[in-house]
Each structure stands twice: as structure tokens, then as C-alpha cells.
């Protein structure tokens, strides 16, 4: 299969790069730093990024940014920034990429833990993460030509683990590979509207 990965130059989007190259062609793009560049939070970019790759048979997505503050500092433009761009962006991914996917294709989409499991400054990521779930969801049942979208949920990365341990105090560390195996099974699989949860 041909397979974009949105965010390939990050740590989970290495990890799933790595699983899934042996077995499909991979096109690795991301914002600053990727082989082809696009800004999911820009639907010309997205659109740009498109029209270079051509038609494709999956869409991951594992960028999107978010804000962590405290909820009793926190201003409207702050909490804005996660919509903006983890939630939004990666939905104007889908929007666009599934009139560039193959029949039978799939769209990946990336939430977290902390929707279920909050975490003092998270206000903001439970947001998102749980709309970024409940995205795949809805619009799973709407998707024609036998396209599938999925999310996958990861706890904090063993690799992840020195940056971002000191906020998720008590948390059981996920290894990579294994948040990986949940991207190749929403593009190898069948499953749709799934929210996989790596926990
Ligand atoms: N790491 C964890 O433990 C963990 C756990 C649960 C959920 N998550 C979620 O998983 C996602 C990826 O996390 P990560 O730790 O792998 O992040 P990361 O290491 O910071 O990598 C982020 C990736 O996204 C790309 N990117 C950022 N903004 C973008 C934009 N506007 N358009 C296109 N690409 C963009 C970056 O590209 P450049 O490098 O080119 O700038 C990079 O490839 C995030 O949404 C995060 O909330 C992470």
C-alpha cells in the first residue's frame, strides 16, 4: 500500500514509519522537518501536499499541537490552539485526504489518554483527544467507496517518558512499538470508527 504518514519526523510517527516500511510504500511528511512538508492547520498546504503525492491507499496522521495550562489562567485563545490544530487540523486531513484515497483506503487519526485519564494543565488535551476520538466515530458511518477512519489513543511513550513523566504522575509508560502495531492494524486491518486505545 501507499501510505502517508503526516507528522513522520516525531516520535511516535518514527515508530510507525519503522513498522510499517517494510511492507508499504511509506511517504513521510511533516511541518518543518519532513521529505514533503505540509501544515495540517492550513487546508492550502494540506491541498499543496496532496497534489505532490498523488492518490494514496492510508492516511495517519500524528501531529496536532495542544495547549497545557491551568484552567483557572487560561484565556479563550489559549484553549483555542488545541482546536486549531490537533483537533481541526488533523479533521481538515481527513476532509481533504479522502478525496485522495484509493477505494477501500483508511485515515488515522492520533488522540490520547488524557481523555479519559486528566492530568493538572490537560484541561485542554482532554478536550481534544476526546473529540478526536468521537471524530473517527462519526464519521466512520458516512465514509462511501469502503473507506475506514480509526484513532489510536496512546498513553505516555516509554520514549516519551523523560519530557513528559513529571505531569502524568502514577502512569504506566506504553512502549512505542507497541502504539505502532495499533497504527498498522487500523491500515491493515478492517475495523472503522474504532478508537484503539494503547493504555
Ligand atoms: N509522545 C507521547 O507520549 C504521546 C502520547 C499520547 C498522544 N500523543 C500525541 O501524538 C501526537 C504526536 O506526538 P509526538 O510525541 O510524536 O510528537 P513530536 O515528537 O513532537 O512530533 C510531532 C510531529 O508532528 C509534526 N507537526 C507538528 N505540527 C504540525 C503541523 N501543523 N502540520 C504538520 N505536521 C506537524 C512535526 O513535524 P516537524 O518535526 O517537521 O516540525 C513532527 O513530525 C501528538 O498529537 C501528541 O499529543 C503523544
Redesign the pocket.
Known amino acids: 500500500m501507499k501510505v502517508l504518514v ?8 518514527k515508530l510507525v514509519v519503522k513498522e510499517l516500511a517494510p511492507r508499504h510504500e511509506v511517504i513521510e ?6 521529505k514533503f ?5 492550513n487546508e492550502q498546504s494540506i491541498r499543496d501536499l496532496f497534489s505532490q503525492v498523488g492518490k494514496v491507499d492510508a492516511i495517519i496522521s ?5 495547549h497545557f495550562g491551568l484552567v483557572k489562567e487560561m484565556t479563550a485563545a489559549q484553549f483555542n490552539i488545541g482546536l486549531q ?2 483537533l481541526l ?1 488533523q479533521i481538515n486531513l481527513a476532509l481533504i485526504g479522502q478525496h485522495f484515497l484509493n477505494d477501500g483506503g483508511s485515515i488515522t487519526l ?5 481523555s479519559h485519564d486528566p492530568i493538572p494543565y490537560g484541561s485542554n ?1 482532554t478536550v481534544v ?1 476526546a473529540a478526536v476520538d468521537a471524530y473517527a466515530v462519526g464519521a466512520a458511518i458516512e465514509l462511501e467507496r469502503g473507506i475506514r477512519i480509526n484513532s489510536v ?5 516509554q ?2 517518558w523523560e519530557a ?1 513523566g513529571p505531569f502524568f504522575a502514577g502512569f504506566d ?1 506504553v512502549p512505542g512499538a507497541k ?1 505502532a502495531l495499533a497504527f498498522r492494524k487500523s491500515v491493515e486491518g478492517r475495523q472503522t470508527g474504532q478508537n484503539y486505545r494503547v493504555w
Open positions: 503526516v507528522g513522520a519526523t516525531g516520535t511516535i510517527g511528511a511533516s511541518k518543518t522537518n519532513g512538508k505540509v501544515d495540517i492547520t500524528v501531529a496536532g499541537n495542544v490544530d490537533k487540523g492520533t488522540s490520547g489518554i488524557v488535551v483527544n489513543s496512546p498513553s505516555v511513550l520514549e516519551s513528559y509508560p502504539v
